[in-house]
């Protein structure tokens, strides 16, 4: 029976790609993959490898899941090279643990081949280092996507936190969000940015503050998938001009 690898595609471009990646994404039989993974790293299937795209779409997600783990575990007990794909690394919010678990309680082998995650590189593409020591002691990255309840981060916690917030899935429910940061003290002034589709062709960005993020959002058409960067590293966003057209550069920019 061969290993399973579960394999980070990275944010688009495959020249983001590692190494590894690609030679176990030419090596497959079979590809489960994301509705996330840029259609140019598909391309770089073997023509006879099968490719099955497993994506969210609504529904019962537990079921979804589990017919994922299904799904991969019988194609590795029939014999074929499995590559579970999966954008960016597959063990940044993309469920990467549990396909583990679940292969491994099947008594299947896996590897894991890192990606580039979008949390790192979508910021980077514009010029901001998430951890740069001259404005934070580091970068939590967290999910905009669960709000109430308990698994919600603890925003004002955060707040306080001096650290970069890099969010990810929090788009949608991005003016929440912003609310549970100003509830926890942090100012309306504080840099922030948004990128959207890092590294594709349809890449968009946007510089503003958290006072102005929802309005930015709105006005700039910003579209899912994208990171929210909150914290004053978002200075550093290079060619700030250019981003003009979509955002605000308010004090981003102002302080310079
Ligand atoms: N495993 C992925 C994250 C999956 S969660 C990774 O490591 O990058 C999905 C979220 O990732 C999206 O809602 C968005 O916040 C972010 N994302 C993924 N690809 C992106 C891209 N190309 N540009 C901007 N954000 C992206």
């Known amino acids: 029976m061969n290993t399973v690898s579960l394999v980070g595609a990275g944010p688009g471009d495959p020249e983001l790609l590692t190494v590894r990646a690609l030679k176990r994404l030419q090596d497959a039989d079979v590809v489960l993959t994301d509705d996330l993974v840029d259609a140019r790293v598909l391309a770089l299937l073997r023509s ?22 299904e799904l991969m575990i019988r194609e590795a007990r029939s014999g074929a090279r499995v590559v579970r794909l999966k954008g960016g690394d597959p063990f940044v919010f993309g469920r990467g643990g549990e396909e583990v678990t679940a292969l491994r309680e099947a008594g299947i082998e896996v590897e894991v081949v890192s990606g580039l995650t979008a949390g790192i590189a979508a910021p980077a593409s514009i010029g901001i280092p998430v951890t740069d020591r001259r404005h934070a002691p580091g970068v939590a990255f967290v999910t905009g996507h669960r709000q109430d309840g308990e698994d919600a981060p603890d925003w004002a916690a955060l707040a306080r936190s001096g650290l970069t917030l890099v ?41 503003c503050t958290l006072g102005t993020l929802a309005a930015t959002l709105k006005r700039a058409r910003i579209a899912s998938p994208a990171i929210l960067v909150v914290g004053e590293v978002v200075r550093e966003a290079a060619q700030l001009e250019q981003l003009l057209p979509f955002g605000e550069q308010a004090s981003a920019g102002g302080s310079r």
Not at 62 to 67: A, M, N
Request: net charge positive.
């Open 48 to 69: 006879d490898a099968r490719l099955l795209r497993v994506g969210k779409r609504g529904g019962c997600v537990s079921t979804e899941q589990r017919f994922i783990h």
């Open 167 to 207: 969010i990810y899935m929090g788009l949608a429910r991005a003016e929440a969000l912003v609310a549970a940061l100003r509830a926890g003290g942090m100012p309306a002034a504080m840099p922030a940015a948004v990128i959207s589709a890092a590294h594709t062709e349809h890449q968009r960005q946007a510089i």
